[in-house]
């Protein structure tokens, strides 16, 4: 079975610009969440959808938003990008939800986004 | 808010040597999940081992074992027999039992370097 799959892999934005990133969850993982990675930092919580909801928020701004699509696939926005958005973004999937013993994230390869 | 502290930027190892890499984390609560991940410098972010906090019984996945101290809210990996292959960043990472949603915390990470 394929694993999480993440595009672009690279990619290049001038500040001021709009970023989407797209992030497909192993098959039958209906949660997705994003991450972002800092360079020399652990990774960060930004969101996380389950069943096309919003189900949890981390402390970023409005400029970021994310959305997932009945066949569980998610994207990532980031509005008005600044310098200090360039990082590696990780989507990451789990079959479901709930605080289950096997609910094991499985992480993507990630996005580098730089900023100029 | 939890939080979690990886107090050692960089270790190294002899190859076949047994290496260990430290955690602090810091919560209120009193279940919860605790993860080291392995990221090695392809990216992609691979779970090593997990231990839940209501198990007083070390988790070891072959040459991975961890020391669970609840009391000291310290969670250390150690890794036996290291291989080239182990050399890697390792996340140590927090998930609550009582929050909503499977969020990691994550810590700022341990480069791990193997000699040969």
């Known amino acids: 079975d394929a694993g999480v799959t993440q595009s672009p892999t690279h990619l290049i934005k001038t500040r001021g610009q709009q970023v989407t990133l797209r992030c497909s969850p192993i098959s039958g993982h209906k949660s997705v969440s994003w991450y972002q990675q800092v360079l020399g930092q652990g990774p960060q919580f930004i969101f996380q959808y389950y069943e096309k909801e919003e189900r949890g928020r981390g402390n970023f701004p409005d400029r970021f938003s994310a959305r997932q699509f009945p066949n569980y696939s998610s994207e990532l926005n980031v509005n008005a990008l600044l310098l200090g958005d360039s990082a590696l973004y990780l989507c990451?999937?789990?079959?479901?939800?709930?605080?289950?013993?096997?609910?094991?994230?499985?992480f993507g390869p990630g996005t580098r986004l730089t900023v100029l | 808010a939890q939080t979690v502290t990886q107090s050692q930027p960089e270790m190294s190892v002899q190859e076949a040597e047994t290496v260990t890499l430290s955690c602090t984390y810091d919560?209120?609560?009193?279940?919860?999940?605790l993860f080291w991940y392995k990221q090695p410098p392809s990216r992609q972010m691979i779970l090593v081992i997990r231990q839940e906090a209501y198990k007083q019984q070390n988790a070891t996945e072959n040459r991975f074992s961890v020391n669970f101290q609840k009391a000291a809210k310290s969670f250390s990996l150690k890794i036996s027999d290291s291989q080239l292959g182990d050399a890697a960043m390792y996340f140590c990472?927090?998930?609550?039992?009582?929050?909503?949603?499977?969020?990691?915390?994550f810590g700022a990470g341990t480069i791990l370097r193997v000699k040969s």
């Open positions: 919560t209120s609560e009193s279940d919860y999940y």
């Open positions: 990472a927090y998930r609550s039992w009582v929050e909503y949603g499977n969020k990691l915390v």
């Open positions: 990451a999937s789990s079959p479901a939800l709930a605080l289950l013993d096997k609910d094991t994230q499985y």
